[in-house]
């Protein structure tokens, strides 16, 4: 059943991007172990707010887990304590009355902080304009049934392409690697014989684009597996480098 | 004076979009590179749109509040898309498409508009599948569809519970191949706070900087506004957070008609409201009602005994449940449209029928689907809905029922446009949920992401390329012209005012207050004593607004409080707007149903005579009434009857 909760948060404060930054505590008082962790947040904004203070920033959208905006590294996990959910479904019956929960934005070379908790995940838009399509333009396109695709390509292609890009793989990993996202969108597509076609060149064209922006190498540490809000599998890791070998072997 | 003329071609409904594609003009490809389009908006219209437009060599600009483009809400949309492919071989059709959406829409949409998004509705599905869209396949390789309410056949594609996201990311790869080919600039974090006109035409925005908080002018040929409904008026609502009217509504400012604002969709099917600090409400896709079935107990004391938590669902002999959509609509079922099934969960839960702790929710049951097909094949299908409701509310829907109530989701009205989606401000196009065009009163389901990719890759392309040919040797504005340094200072004055209010409220508990009076009067049942309360209301609200909200920090920078307050301004007044068109149309159609007008077994009661037409509102300016004009709709093709489910 549900009941409330008192709580201490130590959040991370931070003005702008040159900001230090540093942590601050709250109270927060009778928070229903129904409630969402953004929705604990809103309380403690609405409290700061009526403190005359200036309330947390944070990225959030949707709420219901597919848009890919809200992030938070909440007491040292992307996406806080629950498994394969985001931060806007994690909800307070996860904590105990009594808790301290730490909050943090992103860390990661890739996606500086902007306020807050708020970090810039442009890099991720940069990495799809490298590649992360099939190249067609609108219309004069065959039948969309022309081509049987075996279902279970599909369904591993599908697997694939629920990758929300939040950004929890590049803040999981100790090298912070993104090539569990980009890696996702190679693969969705590589498994479709649509998307075949400019497999190699993707693979390159992303792979090249993500070193360029400064995220880590792969050691196959598979923290960004266990992270994942959607269970990406590391398995597409091994694909999107077998596609990145053979198309550099025909260099 | 504002003319509505909704331009539909001549010639009979299936020949008018060929007819007007063979006689629109061109622009040639020298020419292109000339001309500037704005896009504001990056969901399925606006994202489509954009990498159209970019693709035939144009150059466009296109913003988002989000961080990037993939996060707008068409994201967030479950359950499917439809098309008249017949590829079941269930007897569907353009036309018949064309006839569902119009009598789901409860005939108050335009004709011509939705015969056209029919007829490309086929296009769409070739489109995304050459993407790479992974669509759901049969085992011969063959894509697979499935029902949604509203139809007897299956017409409906879909990629698991996630067909909004799947196609939006094919149209945001598409878009990104155009901003890495720098035919389109992309603006994120970067809100549209004014529409500039010259002589009388759109050639620009106003936009503000969400994190510099700067404000910056932009200039174009052409305006695509495609920013989405403004269901977050209610506060509570399926829409995400920021979802917002402002960019709309700044179109109804600066002159253009809004269409039918009071004609707003409950969905049945989302996860009852939990408590005070509920900040959004999740929606089930319809999808469920494929193999769900929906009932509530039949028997008063059972209902009242699972309120107090002495039954559970699972306790209720099968005779003792009222499956009360297929007792009342025996030939559709649990698959009668949306606003129908909305309406009959309240009348059952206002009778005192309803489940849960607060008794405003009903059962969604899977429990004969699973003894009928396995539980492995309902996982398939619906897993990722099934896990969500499990995070969210701590049942397991495999094993007990899940909990549903209605709740607002969807915007059939917005701003008035005609066949070419231009709305009365010439060079202003509106696209998506953001116009009123194809839905009528009542849109079914899986028909708002055909709608936004029809006129973002299949309709604009076409109707800016006619608007543009005219401008050819029209030069490209620097953006210090008068009317954008004037424009721009009122923003910053708008801002400032709203800085300077320094009250006690927050931006949130006046946002609430607004929803309550909007879902208590302008909700699923309206009548005329409470939609005047709502007018009353909402001027209190909004004279509350202006002297009591307290906006912390500062104009500079990222301010999270000062972007909602600029956007609550809006909706305060789009509701107003609501409940004086709610109060006007006296009769139920759709998502509108008016107390005072129904049949005697509580159905929707039309009045075509009166009301077939859509409601176009013109802003007077300052506190002045606004003014009604009325485009008559004419039903050619279809017969105008009573929707019958039954």
């Known amino acids: ?167 929890a ?53 598979g923290a960004c597996e266990v992270e994942c809000p959607k269970g990406i599998s590391i398995a597409h890791i091994a694909r999107l480098n077998r596609e990145y070998l053979s198309a550099k072997l025909q260099d | 004076m504002v003319k509505i003329d909704a331009k539909i071609p001549e010639g009979p409904l299936a020949q008018k979009w060929t007819k007007y594609k063979a006689d629109q003009k061109l622009v040639n490809p020298s020419n292109k590179r000339k001309l500037d389009i704005i896009v504001v908006g990056t969901g399925l219209a606006g994202a489509s749109a954009a990498a159209s437009f970019g693709e035939m060599g144009f150059n466009v600009k296109i913003f988002t509040i989000q961080d990037s483009p993939r996060r707008a809400h068409s994201i967030a949309a479950q359950g499917g898309i439809n098309a008249a ?52 396949r049969e085992y011969g390789g063959l894509l697979d569809n499935r029902s949604f309410g509203g139809a007897q056949v299956s017409r409906t594609f879909y990629a698991r519970g996630q067909t909004g996201q799947q196609l939006l990311l094919g149209a945001y790869q598409a878009l990104m191949r155009q901003v890495e080919k720098k035919t389109v600039k992309l603006y994120t974090r970067n809100e549209l706070v004014e529409i500039v006109l010259v002589d009388g035409k759109a ?46 509504w700044r179109a109804y400012k600066k002159g253009a008609a809004f269409a039918n604002p009071c004609f707003a969709q409950i969905h049945p099917t989302c996860i009852p409201v ?60 649990n698959l009668v449209p949306r606003d129908v099934a909305s309406r009959a969960a309240k009348e059952r839960c206002d009778a005192g029928f309803g489940v849960g702790s607060t008794g405003l929710a009903v059962y969604l049951d899977f429990k004969d689907s699973i003894e009928r097909l396995g539980k492995d094949a309902i996982e398939a299908r619906y897993g990722n809905l099934f896990q969500m409701y499990e995070k969210i509310v701590d049942d397991n829907p495999y094993e007990t029922p899940m909990m549903i109530y209605p709740a607002i989701h969807y915007t059939m009205g917005g ?114 004593d409470g939609l005047k309360k709502a007018v009353d209301k909402i001027k209190s609200i909004k004279k509350e607004f202006w002297s009591n909200v307290r906006i912390p920090g500062s104009k500079e920078g990222m ?19 609501m409940a004086i068109d709610a109060l006007h149309r006296e009769e139920s159609c759709g998502g509108h149903f008016r107390e005072e007008h129904q049949t005697e077994e509580g159905e929707a009661m039309r009045h075509d005579e009166k009301f077939a037409y859509v409601a176009c509102w013109i802003d007077k300016g300052g506190d002045k009434d606004p003014e009604l004009i009325k485009e008559e709709l004419e039903f050619k093709d279809v017969k105008l009857i009573q929707r019958n489910y039954k």
């Open chain 1, 1 to 167: 059943m549900e009941k409330n909760i008192n709580l201490t948060l130590k959040v991370w404060r931070q003005n702008s991007p040159k900001d230090k930054g540093g942590f601050e505590t709250y109270q927060v008082k009778d928070i229903s172990t129904g409630s969402s962790f953004l929705e604990l947040l809103d309380v403690l904004n609405e409290q700061l707010i009526n403190e005359g203070k200036e309330p947390v920033a944070f990225d959030h959208d949707c709420r219901e887990g597919i848009c890919g905006m809200c992030s938070l590294y909440i007491n040292g996990h992307p996406h806080g304590p629950d498994s394969e959910i985001t931060t806007c479904q994690l909800h307070m019956r996860k904590f105990n009355d009594g808790d301290t929960i730490w909050i943090e934005p992103w860390r990661s070379a890739g996606f500086p902080v902007i306020k807050d908790l708020i970090v810039d995940r442009d890099a991720f838009d940069k990495i799809i304009a490298a590649g992360g399509y099939v190249s067609v333009n609108t219309g004069g396109v065959p039948d969309g049934n022309a081509i049987p695709i075996p279902k279970d390509n599909a369904d591993e292609s599908m697997d694939a392409a629920s990758c929300i890009g939040c950004g």
């Open chain 1, 169 to 221: 793989c590049v803040a999981a990993c100790k090298n912070g690697s993104a090539m569990l996202f980009v890696s996702a969108k190679a693969s969705q597509l590589a498994l479709l014989p649509q998307g075949k076609v400019e497999a190699a060149r993707r693979a390159k064209n992303m792979v090249a684009r993500m070193d360029d922006l400064g995220f880590g190498n792969c050691t196959n540490t």
């Open chain 2, 85 to 136: 492919k017949n590829y079941p071989n269930d007897g569907d059709s353009i036309g018949r498409l064309f006839s569902d959406t119009v009598k789901g829409g409860d005939y108050r949409a335009r004709e011509a508009n939705v015969y056209r998004l029919a007829e490309v509705s086929n296009e769409i599905i070739d489109q995304c599948v050459a993407q790479g869209v992974p669509f759901a």
């Open chain 2, 203 to 248: 050639r620009g925005i106003i936009s503000r900087n969400l994190v510099t908080g700067e404000i910056e002018r932009h200039s174009a040929h052409a305006v695509v506004l495609a920013t989405g409904g403004y269901g977050n008026a209610f506060f509570l609502s399926t829409n995400a957070m920021g979802s917002n009217g402002s960019a709309a």
């Open chain 2, 274 to 333: 939990h408590g005070e600090f509920q900040s959004k409400l999740t929606l089930m896709s319809e999808s469920l009602r494929n193999d769900g079935r929906i009932w509530v107990p039949a028997k008063i004391e059972d209902a009242e005994a699972i309120k107090n938590g002495k039954l559970k669902p699972t306790d209720i002999a099968e005779e003792d449940r009222d499956y009360f959509l297929e007792r009342r609509y025996p030939a559709f079922g």
């Open chain 2, 415 to 528: 701003v008035w446009v005609d066949y070419e989606l231009q709305t009365t401000i010439p060079g202003l196009f509106c696209a998506g949920e953001a116009n009123f065009s194809d839905h009528g009163a009542n849109r079914l389901g899986a028909s708002a992401l055909m709608q936004g990719l029809a006129d973002g890759y299949f309709v604009l392309p076409y109707t800016v390329q006619n608007y543009l040919s005219d401008f050819i040797n029209t030069p490209r504005m620097s953006g210090n012209e008068k009317e954008f340094v004037e424009a721009e200072n009122e923003v910053k004055e708008r801002f400032q005012k709203i800085l300077d209010i320094k009250g006690n409220r927050s931006v949130d508990s006046i946002h609430k207050e607004l929803g309550l009076a909007m879902w208590d009067f302008v909700g699923m049942a309206r009548n005329a």
């Open chain 2, 559 to 577: 301010n999270i409080e000062l972007e909602k307050a600029n956007r609550l301004v809006d909706f305060i007044e789009i509701g107003e707007l």
